[in-house]
């Protein structure tokens, strides 16, 4: 009997191997997005933007978005540990949008849900407006936005509502992007005036956006001027705007960087305080649509305030993934890290009641910081017309606290509306 020939063995397990590996790269690559695959529109231009009509148009639009929140919740320094949950509008905002000819645009939407943006809702039945604005369209390369607005810092805190990768906003967005000026003493602040409020990323002034394309090339950039309260129009501020902000961003097929700077005064009690901060973002492939994608994000801020409030700095950052298995699935690992410390003397803060105490928004006092670490795992059902069913985990560790970690399930249900009043 003729002996196999160790060599030709050799060979064909190599060649065996290399061709599965070549299959493999091969099936793997196809999930991956297209280097000629068009760039993601800037969510300036969503907002802000409509086709040209010769007629006005009018469309009512807006989002329900209701779900259920547990949270066994241990804020800094507590000694025990308690579950909170409930039934919960996260989001109910109707809007209305349109333009008026072909160079005039508008832009309102409010906010009917009891969250942080309106946290008076249901208990007198109030609703706060988030957006009211007006865009110009008649210089070439410019669109010229003008009111009240959602400013473009940071891409997780202006990403559209219905189409965010997850339910809970990551530590960073809510106590630096979400809480202009934030006051102390109040939970997840950093040093700043008493008697500000959660803004949204909301403000009122002007600001001239556009963005350009080119094959799979994209630049988009803005320009703003604001009063620096956030969607709070009181105090000396509504005669003394003082809150400039300046973005860009470049996109090549399923690569995209931005970034931010904001820097600014607001009056409070006849006060002045002075704030500036930054952002920048990092993605790979469309996370809306795509099978493969990654998301990093980083925000920055100092506060400057007279020593009675103390001056304060804050950082925090997350890196996102996502995976399609199929066409209608997605799950998202989301890795997020917070810090803030005030370097002068403030009143230590009282750590708020309910499902949200301590799940990324602790309370501290100072000299002194917080520092947190949180893992989120996400489940996403995309189902017709843009509905889609969430899951979402959070783990949250305090570094600088005694206190156990804390664990929150949310789950909620997205449903996006539409209906042309005027063509």
């Given at each position: 009997?003729k002996k196999p020939n160790k060599k030709r063995t050799w060979l064909?397990?190599?060649?065996?191997?290399?061709?599965?590996?070549?299959?493999?790269?091969?099936?793997?690559?196809?999930?991956?997005?297209?280097m000629n695959e068009k760039p993601m529109p800037a969510w300036t231009?969503?907002?802000?933007?409509?086709?040209?009509?010769?007629?006005?148009?009018?469309?009512?639009?807006?989002?329900?978005?209701?779900?259920?929140?547990?949270?066994?919740?241990?804020?800094?320094?507590?000694?025990?540990?308690?579950?909170?949950?409930?039934?919960?509008?996260?989001?109910?905002?109707?809007?209305?949008?349109?333009?008026?000819?072909?160079?005039?645009?508008?832009?309102?939407?409010?906010?009917?849900?009891?969250?942080?943006?309106?946290?008076?809702?249901?208990?007198?039945?109030?609703?706060?407006?988030?957006?009211?604005?007006?865009?110009?369209?008649?210089?070439?390369?410019?669109?010229?936005?003008?009111?009240?607005?959602?400013?473009?810092?940071?891409?997780?805190?202006?990403?559209?509502?219905?189409?965010?990768?997850?339910?809970?906003?990551?530590?960073?967005?809510?106590?630096?992007?979400?809480?202009?000026?934030?006051?102390?003493?109040?939970?997840?602040?950093?040093?700043?005036?008493?008697?500000s409020i959660f803004n949204a990323g909301r403000e009122m002034g002007?600001?001239?956006?556009?963005?350009?394309?080119?094959?799979?090339?994209?630049?988009?950039?803005?320009?703003?001027?604001?009063?620096?309260?956030?969607?709070?129009?009181?105090?000396?501020?509504?005669?003394?705007?003082?809150?400039?902000?300046?973005?860009?961003?470049?996109?090549?097929?399923?690569?995209?960087?931005?970034?931010?700077?904001?820097?600014?005064?607001?009056?409070?009690?006849?006060?002045?305080?002075?704030?500036?901060?930054?952002?920048?973002?990092?993605?790979?492939?469309?996370?809306?649509?795509?099978?493969?994608?990654?998301?990093?994000?980083?925000?920055?801020?100092?506060?400057?305030?007279?020593?009675?409030?103390?001056?304060?700095?804050?950082?925090?950052?997350?890196?996102?993934?996502?995976?399609?298995?199929?066409?209608?699935?997605?799950?998202?690992?989301?890795?997020?890290?917070?810090?803030?410390?005030?370097?002068?003397?403030?009143?230590?803060?009282?750590?708020?009641?309910?499902?949200?105490?301590?799940?990324?928004?602790?309370?501290?006092?100072?000299?002194?910081?917080?520092?947190?670490?949180?893992?989120?795992?996400?489940?996403?059902?995309?189902?017709?017309?843009?509905?889609?069913?969430?899951?979402?985990?959070?783990?949250?560790?305090?570094?600088?606290?005694?206190?156990?970690?804390?664990?929150?399930?949310?789950?909620?249900?997205?449903?996006?509306?539409?209906?042309?009043?005027?063509?």
């Open positions: 009997m064909a397990r190599a060649l065996g191997a290399g061709a599965m590996l070549t299959t493999s790269a091969v099936a793997f690559a196809g999930f991956l997005p297209s231009m969503v907002y802000g933007t409509e086709k040209p009509q010769q007629s006005p148009t009018a469309l009512l639009f807006g989002v329900v978005q209701p779900g259920y929140s547990y949270v066994q919740a241990s804020p800094p320094g507590a000694t025990n540990v308690t579950g909170n949950g409930q039934f919960k509008f996260y989001r109910l905002r109707p809007g209305i949008r349109g333009s008026i000819g072909p160079n005039i645009d508008y832009y309102f939407l409010a906010e009917f849900g009891n969250n942080p943006a309106n946290p008076n809702s249901g208990l007198v039945g109030s609703a706060h407006v988030l957006d009211g604005n007006v865009t110009l369209n008649y210089i070439p390369g410019v669109h010229l936005q003008v009111g009240q607005m959602l400013v473009p810092f940071a891409d997780e805190g202006l990403t559209a509502a219905g189409i965010l990768p997850w339910i809970n906003y990551s530590p960073a967005t809510y106590n630096i992007d979400y809480q202009e000026f934030a006051s102390t003493p109040a939970p997840n602040a950093i040093a700043g005036p008493s008697g002007v600001m001239a956006f556009n963005q350009f394309y080119h094959g799979p090339l994209a630049v988009n950039y803005a320009v703003g001027y604001f009063n620096g309260t956030g969607i709070s129009q009181t105090e000396s501020s509504m005669a003394h705007p003082d809150q400039g902000f300046v973005h860009g961003g470049v996109d090549y097929g399923p690569f995209a960087l931005s970034g931010s700077y904001e820097q600014g005064r607001a009056t409070f009690s006849g006060v002045s305080y002075h704030q500036d901060k930054y952002a920048v973002d990092v993605r790979y492939g469309n996370f809306i649509k795509d099978p493969v994608w990654l998301w990093y994000e980083y925000q920055h801020a100092n506060d400057g305030q007279p020593a009675a409030q103390g001056n304060g700095a804050a950082r925090g950052w997350f890196a996102a993934a996502g995976f399609h298995p199929v066409k209608k699935f997605m799950g998202v690992f989301r890795y997020s890290a917070y810090n803030s410390e005030n370097l002068d003397s403030v009143t230590v803060a009282v750590p708020p009641a309910g499902p949200t105490a301590g799940r990324a928004e602790p309370s501290f006092g100072a000299p002194g910081s917080v520092s947190l670490d949180q893992e989120s795992l996400v489940g996403i059902y995309l189902a017709r017309k843009g509905v889609r069913y969430y899951v979402e985990f959070d783990h949250t560790t305090y570094n600088n606290s005694s206190a156990p970690a804390d664990n929150a399930v949310s789950v909620m249900l997205s449903v996006p509306f539409g209906v042309r009043l005027l063509h």
